[in-house]
Nanobody
Framework: QVQLVESGGGLVQAGGSLRLSCAASGSIFNINAMGWFRQAVGTQRELVAAITSGGSTSYADSVKGRFTISRDNQKNTVYLQMNNLKPEDTDVYYC??????????????WGQGTQVTVSS
């Protein structure tokens, strides 16, 4: 089993910044790709950003140039630096992990989510 715990969400004004963290624990030695998802009420879940243990990344078009995903393999932690936030970014952000590459996401492991709210 793998446990994922997110933190770093909060309330900011449009144009502000937040940094989300996702700490992994448990049976994590086979984890490769990790990513951040968001899903507003009544909408389809979308992949926001993803990264492999080797550093390959992928971003949704809506956040490209504003968000940066990074990873500290020694700390088993993934970060999402969110700059120039927009009200449309408001959502619960969920961390996810899978044993294969970027296209294997979402994997079976999910965090509980952290709330991001951007005011206009």
């Amino acid at each position: 089993q793998v446990q994922l715990v997110e933190s770093g969400g909060g309330l900011v004004q449009a144009g502000g910044s937040l940094r989300l963290s996702c700490a992994a624990s448990g049976s994590i030695f086979n984890i490769n790709a990790m990513g951040w998802f968001r899903q507003a009420v009544g909408t389809q879940r979308e992949l926001v950003a993803a990264i492999t243990s080797g550093g390959s990344t992928s971003y949704a078009d809506s956040v490209k140039g504003r968000f940066t995903i990074s990873r500290d393999n020694q700390k088993n932690t993934v970060y999402l630096q969110m700059n120039n936030l927009k009200p449309e970014d408001t959502d619960v952000y969920y961390c996810n992990a899978a044993p294969f590459g970027l296209r294997s996401l979402p994997g079976r492991y999910w965090g509980q989510g952290t709330q991001v709210t951007v005011s206009s």
